[in-house]
């Protein structure tokens, strides 16, 4: 008989870090507020997880402010502020953030698929 490998103590588990998109500080994923871009809206997530993401600290209301989220979520930075912070009245299915709301276009550009020479 082989005797079982011993298990691992908690303390010596991988942690996953990631990233806060607003204040650049490294911490464990649990820490974290996930948005997830799906379809090109914007909505915090848990559970599994789909689609680009971004992390904001869950603690901090500082990392919720409309200048710092604007490095990551540019033109769209007030209403993901406002997302956090639970400005918006929501909805049984939560708030969400449409990607395309406020980018701008280049004036000019044909969008059928066709170009122009």
């Known amino acids: 008989m082989t005797a079982s490998p011993a298990p691992i103590p908690a303390a010596d ?9 607003a ?5 464990p994923q649990a820490e974290f507020t996930r948005l997830s871009r799906v379809g090109g809206v914007w ?7 789909v689609g680009r993401g ?3 600290c869950a603690d901090s209301p500082v990392c919720w402010q409309q ?3 604007r490095r990551a979520f540019g033109a ?21 953030v449409a990607a395309s ?4 276009r ?3 550009r044909v969008r059928d698929g066709s170009h122009r020479r």
Request: with cysteine; glycine share 10%.
């Open 43 to 49: 909505t915090p997530q848990s559970g599994v997880r």
């Open 76 to 96: 769209q930075a007030p209403a993901v502020s406002a997302l956090l912070s639970g400005g918006h009245d929501t909805d049984s299915s939560g708030p969400t």
């Open 106 to 108: 280049a004036p000019g």
């Open 13 to 21: 588990r991988h942690t996953p870090e990631r990233t806060c998109v």
């Open 23 to 27: 204040c650049r500080r490294r911490r």
């Open 67 to 69: 200048g710092r989220l």
């Open 101 to 104: 709301e406020s980018i701008p």
């Open 54 to 56: 971004a992390y904001v």
